[in-house]
Protein backbone atom coordinates (compact mmCIF):
# COMPACT_ATOMS: atom_id res chain seq x y z
CA UNK A 1 0.00 0.00 0.00
CA UNK A 2 1.61 3.54 -1.06
CA UNK A 3 0.05 6.83 -0.88
CA UNK A 4 -0.22 9.13 -3.31
CA UNK A 5 0.08 13.16 -3.15
CA UNK A 6 1.09 16.19 -4.62
CA UNK A 7 2.75 19.27 -3.87
CA UNK A 8 0.50 21.96 -3.99
CA UNK A 9 2.74 24.79 -4.90
CA UNK A 10 5.10 22.81 -8.05
CA UNK A 11 2.71 19.98 -8.49
CA UNK A 12 5.59 17.21 -8.08
CA UNK A 13 3.77 14.16 -6.91
CA UNK A 14 4.93 11.59 -4.70
CA UNK A 15 4.01 8.43 -3.08
CA UNK A 16 5.29 6.77 0.12
CA UNK A 17 4.39 3.61 2.48
CA UNK A 18 2.42 4.76 5.69
CA UNK A 19 4.90 2.79 7.88
CA UNK A 20 5.63 4.58 11.63
CA UNK A 21 8.24 7.22 11.60
CA UNK A 22 7.28 7.96 8.16
CA UNK A 23 5.09 11.76 8.50
CA UNK A 24 8.42 12.41 10.93
CA UNK A 25 10.73 11.68 8.16
CA UNK A 26 9.09 13.75 5.87
CA UNK A 27 8.09 16.79 8.60
CA UNK A 28 12.07 16.86 9.29
CA UNK A 29 13.17 17.22 5.66
CA UNK A 30 11.08 20.33 5.36
CA UNK A 31 7.70 18.60 4.31
CA UNK A 32 4.82 20.89 5.71
CA UNK A 33 0.92 20.92 5.17
CA UNK A 34 -2.11 23.58 5.63
CA UNK A 35 -5.55 21.85 5.22
CA UNK A 36 -5.38 19.28 2.46
CA UNK A 37 -2.62 21.25 0.49
CA UNK A 38 0.72 19.66 1.35
CA UNK A 39 3.97 21.37 -0.07
CA UNK A 40 7.12 19.63 -0.46
CA UNK A 41 10.46 20.27 1.30
CA UNK A 42 11.72 22.62 -1.94
CA UNK A 43 8.50 24.61 -2.04
CA UNK A 44 8.97 25.31 1.43
CA UNK A 45 12.12 26.69 1.33
CA UNK A 46 10.95 29.33 -0.69
CA UNK A 47 7.80 30.04 0.70
CA UNK A 48 9.03 33.44 2.05
CA UNK A 49 9.38 34.42 -1.29
CA UNK A 50 5.86 33.90 -2.37
CA UNK A 51 4.15 34.81 1.43
CA UNK A 52 6.04 37.55 3.03
CA UNK A 53 7.44 35.00 5.89
CA UNK A 54 9.10 31.85 6.60
CA UNK A 55 6.53 29.14 6.71
CA UNK A 56 6.69 27.80 10.10
CA UNK A 57 7.10 31.18 11.10
CA UNK A 58 4.16 32.22 9.46
CA UNK A 59 1.73 29.42 11.10
CA UNK A 60 1.59 28.54 15.03
CA UNK A 61 1.79 24.78 14.78
CA UNK A 62 2.82 23.65 11.38
CA UNK A 63 3.63 20.45 13.13
CA UNK A 64 0.27 19.87 14.33
CA UNK A 65 -0.98 20.72 10.99
CA UNK A 66 1.28 18.28 9.20
CA UNK A 67 0.32 15.48 11.45
CA UNK A 68 -3.87 16.58 10.68
CA UNK A 69 -2.83 16.37 6.91
CA UNK A 70 -1.15 13.09 6.97
CA UNK A 71 -4.00 11.68 8.88
CA UNK A 72 -6.73 12.69 6.84
CA UNK A 73 -4.26 11.43 3.36
CA UNK A 74 -4.06 8.30 6.00
CA UNK A 75 -8.10 7.59 6.62
CA UNK A 76 -8.82 8.85 2.51
CA UNK A 77 -5.83 6.22 0.99
CA UNK A 78 -6.20 3.57 3.30
CA UNK A 79 -9.97 3.75 4.75
CA UNK A 80 -10.80 0.08 6.32
CA UNK A 81 -6.67 -0.67 7.29
CA UNK A 82 -5.59 -0.94 10.15
CA UNK A 83 -2.55 2.21 9.62
CA UNK A 84 -1.44 3.75 13.00
CA UNK A 85 -2.44 7.64 13.16
CA UNK A 86 -0.47 9.95 15.00
CA UNK A 87 -0.14 12.73 17.37
CA UNK A 88 2.14 15.70 18.67
CA UNK A 89 3.03 15.73 21.91
CA UNK A 90 5.70 17.61 23.71
CA UNK A 91 6.57 18.06 20.17
CA UNK A 92 7.07 14.55 19.35
CA UNK A 93 5.37 12.64 17.11
CA UNK A 94 3.32 9.51 18.85
CA UNK A 95 1.35 6.96 17.39
CA UNK A 96 -2.44 6.83 18.87
Known amino acids: ??????????????QISPIPGVPDGMYLTGCRAIGDAYYCEDCVKTWAERNGEEFDKQYK??????????????????????????????GMYVED
Open 61 to 90: DPRGMFVKWWNRTVDIQCAGMNIKKYRVVN
Open 1 to 14: MKIHYQCSNCGKRF
